[in-house]
């Protein structure tokens, strides 16, 4: 008797029959039941902080009150005021909180888009590799990662060390807005090179074979067929870093050396130094809208259901 016989002899006949199978998967209870947990656990850890900041936000001091007549927006007009004015830090911070955004989506994209077609099209030894080394920094903490580019670029660091033993004089580039956009480009690369790779390497190679055999070259067949395809990957992943450059306070931070404020350190600052909760409730809340905005964008323009198809396919 062969495994697969001993194996299918000692399985019982009703899980073997697929259509008893699914019954008795569906017979675990209705999708409701099997969401509750996961819809538990958001509204404890995700709808009940986002209400209270919503709620500090129109507070006059640092205690909720539900009375309606205690209500303010003046933490709301402050920052209003002060973005369109240019009084105070909210202009600064805003442009530095974009700019530093923008740099970072722009760079990760430059750098990620020839590795991702490299490794889903071209590199066949050692893609497993490249893989598991590209994912490990993933698992390490950003603070960790961040202060090892502090280390490196810090006056009479690693980079001066380096620089000075070939004879250059470069002038350091830390605490700058240069070192911030470095280290978030550092820090979230992967969120923009898995999702382009991914939508690459999900293309049928029949459409490339269809394509050259009516004559098309490389060139053509990159603007053509891949380059189109992989657009999905291509918003997926600069929403990604632009959403998560958003809120990069560490970066900032520890890169900017308290010179580059940005959306997420000023939060911090309200809440911390400044103890201004209602204030920086309101950027919060401000963050989280510009947040939602690129979630919807991200839904309204791809169409998941092609992709996991696509997938499926090949």
Known sequence: MSVKEFVRSKVPAAIDRPGRRLASVSSLGPPGG?????????AFMFVGPIVAIVLFS?????????SVADWTLEAYREIVRGTLS??????EVTLNTIVISALTTVVAFVVSYPAAY?????????KLPILIALIIPLFTSVNIRVYGWVLFLINDGVFDLLAGSVGLD???????????????????LPYMLFPIYLSISTIDDSLLEAAADLGAGRAKQFVDIILPLS???????????????LGAEVEAELLGGGTVYTAASNISYSFGYSQNWPLGSAQAVGLLLITTVC???????????????????R
Do not use: W
């Open 34 to 42: 099997l969401m509750l947990p996961l819809l538990a656990l958001l």
């Open 58 to 66: 129109v507070q006059t001091e640092n205690v909720i009150s539900l």
């Open 86 to 91: 240019g009084e105070g830090v909210y202009g």
């Open 118 to 126: 490299a490794l889903a099209t071209k590199v066949r030894r050692f």
């Open 170 to 188: 470069v002038p350091s580039i830390i605490y700058t807005r240069s070192a911030v956009v470095l280290g978030t480009v550092y820090v979230y």
């Open 231 to 245: 657009k999905p990957g291509v918003i997926i992943g600069s929403l990604f870093v632009f959403v998560l450059s």
């Open 295 to 313: 979630g919807i964008v991200i839904l309204r323009t791809i169409d998941l259901a092609e992709i996991a198809s696509r997938g499926g396919s």
